[in-house]
């Protein structure tokens, strides 16, 4: 009897399928994609009802030889590329080349194989239970990648002419690049407002007492009730007065609260914990992932990396609760196992979350054997699968009002865990947390109608915050949150808008550039539909909706190209150049008569005497840090032409000038 072959994706992957299924089969890589559309324009022919041309990815043609000539001899044929929509369109690209080449005769089968964790039952029990190609699914990837190429084909070409060489527009990186664009020009606007809090210093025993005011001669005390510091001093005064150098405890309220355990990992929830907790990148945590995933000595460490499924396996939570009992005790496994549900509509790819194949594989028996990155990763996959499984934290929590005589109430908080359950093996992080004074802070025993000395009354001045930049981690959250991308794109998202140098990521935030404003700007104003958050979203539902066989791809892609099609002709004959730069003109040159106009350039933003089509070369001048082209005034602009003009200072205190010498402009210092 003759072997079959079982095709992966990876070689690491091969040599496990060969370890568990043994001589009987052969295992072999397509190491990733094989196929893709030709890097031209056309590959896409609209003419043709959106015929697709196809071509072999260079990078793998001998590997494709390799499986050509490897599946001739088999018996039978397994695709097992990964179980999501991408793994299911590359198995159809493979079948499509091996059927082109006359291999797949009507006697050789052709079985579609998926599995969710690479462990010797997982690999047995999926080639047991084969099944076919699953065409709804490929289909959703064509229409995914041509929606992806007629954005990118059109849209990028426009701004290689109206802004610059080398630009490239997506469909879901530019409402990516609006979000962070919208959200600088919100700091920008941002005005802070003022506003004072009054708090109250106590103290009984060796324990401090913080008292923050909540009402005043008989009214509550919001966030601007007091807004400057004369208000602040008169309430402080009135106050003083009346508690007359001590606080009666009024009220106290005793309250206990359960916190109830996040659920284990999703895609998108990975890529924000490694943000927060371990400083990792989008894509070098689905790096990590993936090597966790394809694991040691042939064993998977991990389930499958790309889902928004929050499931876990029955057996899986069995061994997960029968840890929890060897390891923290009875006490801490709940009555019955804790079931997540998850809130994606693509039933279809909605398979188990991200967990250990084991749990009783723990992080530290696997010290010795995976690299630094590898190990944190994992660690903090188990501990998050681990705590889910675990009883709830108890919290007990006290609020005690302080009267200043009949002038006002201060309110003093803490909180203690009382039982700490799940949040003894892991504690869910948070985006732009504003401190909790509260929080794991504790009050001495108080009584109702005790008197403590009043140690000092505090006025506090603050100011409003601006809406904080994105991290990668609230990005993520955001693209989630309104439906913009997939699990599996949101690496790839992020990467191409720094790789494209439309944002730079600083202390961990995202800042759009010059160039990434602009091209921000351009897309919201003149493709303001394609870079709608909730278009976006539809058609990441429609995509997802066929993928269920709910919807055909071709009106899809119909109903996309004729509107989008017309506006790119449209926005190519009206917009200008000069109108996309943000081009304005300031005023004229008293001494040449020619207009000072200020615009982005490919380099950042300058302000230029004269236009290209003067005989005199235009003069040119670059602004200076912190001016803005929407803001710069004519004034400002002439005083960049004057020199010798001072630049700043060097580490050592020597002033840095721009002074223009018998050879010309140069920099002194």
């Not at 804790?338 to 979350?353: C, F, G, L």
């Not at 799940?422 to 504003?434: I, Q, T």
Request: a neutral charge.
């Amino acid at each position: 009897m003759g072997k079959s072959l079982i095709i992966v994706e990876s070689p690491a992957k091969a040599r496990s399928m060969h370890k568990y299924l043994g001589n009987e089969f052969t295992a072999l890589a397509s190491y990733g994609h094989v196929r893709d559309l030709l890097p031209k324009k056309g590959a896409v022919d609209t003419e043709d009802d959106f015929a697709m041309s196809y071509s072999l990815v260079e990078r793998n043609e001998k590997h494709v030889r390799a499986i050509a000539k490897e599946a001739k001899k088999a018996e039978a044929i397994y695709l097992a590329m990964d179980p999501d929509r991408e793994g299911e369109a590359i198995a159809w690209h493979l079948h499509e080349i091996l059927k082109d080449k006359g291999i797949l005769k009507k006697d050789k089968p052709v079985y579609r194989v998926v599995f969710h964790e690479i462990t010797k039952k997982a690999i047995q029990e999926a080639v047991s239970k084969p099944r076919e190609l699953a065409i709804d699914m490929v289909n959703a990837q064509q229409a995914r990648r041509a929606l992806d190429y007629l954005v990118g084909f059109n849209l990028s070409p426009l701004l290689w002419k109206k802004v610059r060489q080398g630009l490239s527009a997506g469909r879901v990186q530019s409402p990516a690049l609006r979000m962070i664009v919208d959200r600088e020009a919100e700091i920008e606007k941002f005005v802070p407002q003022e506003y004072w809090s009054i708090e109250a210093d106590t103290v009984k025993g060796k324990l401090p007492i913080l008292g923050k005011l909540v009402e005043f001669q008989g009214e509550k005390i919001k966030q601007f009730s007091i807004t400057n510091e004369k208000e602040a001093k008169a309430t402080e005064s009135a106050l003083a007065k009346a508690a007359n150098g001590e606080l009666l405890v009024s009220k106290v309220t005793k309250k206990q609260r359960k916190r109830n355990p996040a659920a284990p990992f999703t895609t998108s929830t990975l890529q924000q914990e490694a943000a927060r907790k371990l400083g990792f990148s989008a894509q070098r945590t689905m790096r990590t992932a993936q090597k966790l995933y394809e694991g040691i000595d042939d064993t998977g460490l991990i389930t499958y990396m790309r889902t928004d499924a929050v499931t876990l396996a029955g057996e899986a939570v069995n061994e997960i609760r029968e840890l929890i009992t060897k390891q923290y005790g009875k006490d801490q496994v709940p009555e019955a196992p804790k079931v997540y549900t998850s809130k994606s509509k693509n039933a279809q790819e909605a398979h188990e979350a991200i967990r250990p194949t084991s749990a009783m594989r723990t992080p530290q028996s696997l010290a010795g054997d995976l690299e630094s990155d590898q190990l944190r990763l994992y660690d903090l996959i188990w501990k998050r699968t681990v705590a889910c499984q675990m009883v709830h934290a108890l919290i007990d929590t006290v609020s005690v009002d302080l009267s200043a005589g009949d002038a006002g109430i201060f309110r003093a908080t803490g909180s203690t865990v009382r039982s700490p359950g799940f949040l003894a093996v892991y504690e869910e992080g948070e985006d732009d947390v504003k401190k909790d004074d509260s929080k794991d802070k504790r009050l001495p025993p108080l009584e109702e109608g005790e008197k403590l000395i009043l140690n000092a009354i505090r006025p506090e001045q603050h100011f409003t915050d601006p809406p904080p930049r994105f991290s990668e981690a609230s990005l993520v959250k955001a693209l989630e949150a309104y439906g913009i991308g997939r699990p599996s794109t949101y690496a790839s998202i992020i990467s191409v808008l720094v790789h494209r140098e439309y944002v730079t990521l600083e202390q961990r935030r995202f800042f759009p550039t010059d160039i990434g404003k602009v091209v921000g700007n351009f897309l919201s104003k003149h493709f303001t539909r394609y870079v709608d958050y909730d278009f976006t979203a539809q058609l990441e539902d429609d995509l997802d909706a066929i993928s269920r066989g709910e919807k055909q791809w071709k009106p899809l892609l119909h109903d996309f190209w004729g509107d989008f099609n017309q506006q790119v002709i449209e926005k190519e004959e009206t917009v200008t150049r000069a109108e996309v730069m943000q081009a304005r003109v300031l005023g004229t040159d008293p001494k040449s008569g020619k207009p000072v106009s200020v615009r982005m350039g490919r380099f950042g933003p300058f302000v230029q005497i004269g236009t290209r089509d003067d005989e005199d070369k235009p003069k040119f001048a670059s602004l200076l840090p912190g001016q803005k082209v929407e803001s710069l005034n004519f004034d400002e602009a002439m005083e960049l032409f004057k020199l010798p003009r001072t630049l700043g200072e060097t580490e050592d205190g020597k002033t840095v000038a721009a002074a223009i010498g018998r050879f010309g402009p140069y920099i002194r210092y």
